[in-house]
């Protein structure tokens, strides 16, 4: 069992209006060793509790991002600092770019998805009571978001424990030489011959480029590499005779197009936040073309690791998560999001279809084996009549 006995003085608040969910939540957090618990099912319950009674941990369990922005911003900005610091843990099936940027800028302390493990909760429940410096700004009050020190960081100095004697931003920022004077005050070419000149795959990077764009770059450029992976993956899964091949395909295209779809959403967050260049963008269409030629094998692997990923737990081999029926529910819902593109099921191979199928199926049985695990945990939090 995976125990941190840190956690024995601490309380925490659970926020959540499905009993189910919160009920295996308090019974997971008390394995892991946080076994003073409470709950609220509503937040103006969960703001009284706040109030009235010491909490070292607040959790807010798929009770929806704008309840969350709301219940962060009035924990933050409450009078008394022990309430305003309380770190925070958002849970919910899945984030979106914008509501991640909305929770961040709540000052939520970490955000997390189902399904939750043991490891993963405790992993959270850690991270977040991790002691962090807390920042009060006209725009922002919540933990500090630094994580790691940038040892090439050329910005403004902005926090306490910042070098005192470090350089001003005009000494790190010396006047362009006459070189950069006379590109800055060349003429600007044509727009659209520049489009037409730049090809997607080879953005080339600018050394007067700024910070955040060049970091934007970068993801996008991973991104396009791992598209054009799945792509060469799709054209031998297309070409694979036996099932053996096939199967081993799937897998590869389902963890390359997972490492896609993850650096395709942080690049949305980042060209929402920061913009983007001409040449991103045509980065990123090409990136979507890729996506939607190759939509019959990314469907047909996102089924097949549903269906062995659903067997293990199935078999006995693995527990059940937290929450896995509604991840596998969002996994089913993005692959039939990909067969509307192709055009409807009976557009797939006969294979694709079959693991489809074997997907929702297992999906069901796991979902009617996560209520019968879910009844079985009993309620301890509960008031109990004592025998004498």
């Known amino acids: 069992?995976?125990?941190?006995?840190?956690?024995?003085?601490?309380?925490?608040?659970?926020?959540?209006?499905?009993?189910?969910?919160?009920?295996?939540?308090?019974?997971?957090?008390?394995?892991?060793?946080?076994?003073?618990?409470?709950?609220?099912?509503?937040?103006?319950?969960?703001?009284?509790?706040?109030?009235?009674?010491?909490?070292?941990?607040?959790?807010?369990?798929?009770?929806?991002?704008?309840?969350?922005?709301?219940?962060?911003?009035?924990?933050?900005?409450?009078?008394?600092?022990?309430?305003?610091?309380?770190?925070?843990?958002?849970?919910?099936?899945?984030?979106?770019?914008?509501?991640?940027?909305?929770?961040?800028?709540?000052?939520?302390?970490?955000?997390?998805?189902?399904?939750?493990?043991?490891?993963?909760?405790?992993?959270?429940?850690?991270?977040?009571?991790?002691?962090?410096?807390?920042?009060?700004?006209?725009?922002?009050?919540?933990?500090?978001?630094?994580?790691?020190?940038?040892?090439?960081y050329s910005g403004p100095l902005r926090r306490n424990d910042d070098m005192a004697g470090s350089q001003s931003t005009s000494q790190r920022h010396p006047p362009p030489p006459a070189a950069e004077e006379a590109r800055i005050s060349a003429p600007i070419p044509d727009r659209t011959a520049v489009v037409q000149m730049a090809k997607p795959s080879a953005i080339q990077p600018d050394a007067h480029e700024p910070p955040e764009m060049r970091q934007t770059r970068i993801v996008i450029d991973n991104a396009y590499e791992t598209a054009m992976e799945v792509d060469g993956l799709s054209s031998q899964l297309h070409r694979a005779g036996s099932p053996r091949q096939r199967a081993s395909l799937c897998r590869d295209i389902a963890m390359a197009s997972e490492r896609m779809i993850n650096l395709m959403s942080l690049a949305d967050v980042r060209v929402q936040e920061f913009g983007c260049s001409d040449g991103i963008v045509d980065k990123l269409e090409s990136i979507r073309t890729t996506i939607i030629r190759n939509a019959e094998g990314l469907a047909e692997a996102g089924a097949r690791r549903v269906v062995e990923y659903g067997r293990r737990i199935l078999s006995g081999h693995s527990g059940v998560p937290l929450g896995v029926t509604v991840a596998l529910t969002h996994q089913i819902a993005r692959i039939d999001a990909i067969v509307e593109v192709v055009g409807g099921l009976d557009k797939l191979a006969e294979a694709s279809r079959t693991a489809i199928v074997q997907a929702r199926e297992v999906t069901a049985s796991i979902a009617a084996l996560e209520t019968q695990s879910s009844l079985s945990i009993p309620d301890f939090s509960s008031p109990q009549r004592v025998r004498k």
């Not at 509503?42 to 009674?53: D, F, I, N, P, V």
């Not at 008394?80 to 610091?85: G, K, M, R, V, Y």
């Not at 770019?97 to 429940?125: C, F, N, S, W, Y």
């Open 1 to 152: 069992m995976l125990v941190n006995f840190s956690f024995s003085d601490k309380n925490c608040l659970v926020v959540c209006n499905k009993p189910d969910l919160a009920r295996l939540i308090v019974h997971t957090l008390r394995q892991i060793g946080l076994v003073n618990v409470a709950k609220a099912d509503e937040a103006e319950h969960a703001y009284l509790q706040l109030t009235k009674s010491n909490v070292d941990l607040v959790i807010l369990l798929d009770f929806g991002a704008e309840e969350s922005v709301a219940m962060l911003r009035r924990i933050r900005h409450h009078n008394l600092p022990a309430i305003a610091t309380i770190p925070t843990i958002c849970v919910s099936e899945a984030w979106s770019g914008e509501q991640i940027v909305q929770l961040r800028d709540a000052g939520v302390t970490v955000l997390a998805t189902l399904p939750l493990t043991m490891r993963t909760l405790l992993k959270h429940a850690t991270r977040a009571l991790n002691p962090r410096e807390f920042v009060t700004a006209a725009t922002y009050r919540g933990p500090c978001r630094r994580s790691k020190a940038h040892l090439n």
